[in-house]
């Protein structure tokens, strides 16, 4: 990729999302917004991040199965977050998940195959419930945009998983447990500073 095609992606990633906010916006264009939604904001990026890294090794179509029940979770929290009334709550909860799932990948835990699937599916509600409480996390009213958003997900977390199924020794596993520990040590600082905001 030349210096310039970065720079064009920099800028598509930067530019504001009001850009396509007018009322005959494409499903295109939507759709885009929503992935700019996901790609730009850690708070939902990082915990993707950290599932993929957990997700099963065994072959391909179980990291599909995988990619599938975060997908699903993160409609379940969509929808759900129209019963939430506590949105402060939802991001404590996020955080402290944050924070679970990057001591799985730095321990490197070797979880049952049987709670792999209602992990994600966790991982990912949460994940929605979060973007739900945000104006811009209404499915009903904002479709383009939710498609965009679970889109983007997925294929993140399908990336991640792939290199994290195939780079699994040596260094590479310490590289991966190293980003675990970052992940979790991010949760924690955010844990501490919205117990600072409360009291």
Do not use: C
Request: proline share 4%; charged share 15%; hydrophobic share 55%.
């Amino acid at each position: 990729m030349t210096k310039r095609s970065l720079g064009l992606v920099a800028s598509m990633l930067a530019a504001p999302l009001e850009a396509h906010a007018h009322g005959d916006a494409s499903w295109a264009h939507g759709v885009v917004d929503g992935a700019r939604v996901f790609a730009s904001s850690l708070q939902y990026l990082f915990p993707v991040l950290a599932a993929a890294l957990i997700a099963r090794r065994a072959s391909r179509a179980s990291l599909r199965n995988d990619a599938l029940s975060l997908i699903g979770g993160i409609t379940l929290g969509m929808l759900g977050s129209y019963a939430v009334t506590d949105a402060l709550a939802v991001v404590f909860a996020a955080r402290i998940q944050l924070i679970l799932l990057g001591l799985i990948v730095l321990t490197d835990l070797r979880l049952p195959a049987a709670i792999i699937s209602p992990l994600f599916i966790l991982a990912g509600a949460l994940v929605g419930l979060e973007h739900g409480v945000t104006p811009l996390g209404d499915p009903v009213a904002e479709p383009k945009l939710t498609l965009g958003f679970a889109l983007s997900s997925a294929a993140v977390f399908t990336a991640v998983g792939l290199i994290s199924q195939r780079f699994r020794t040596g260094w590479q596993r310490i590289a991966i447990r190293v980003v675990g520990s970052w992940l979790a040590a991010i949760g924690a600082i955010y844990v501490a500073s919205l117990i600072k905001q409360i009291r």
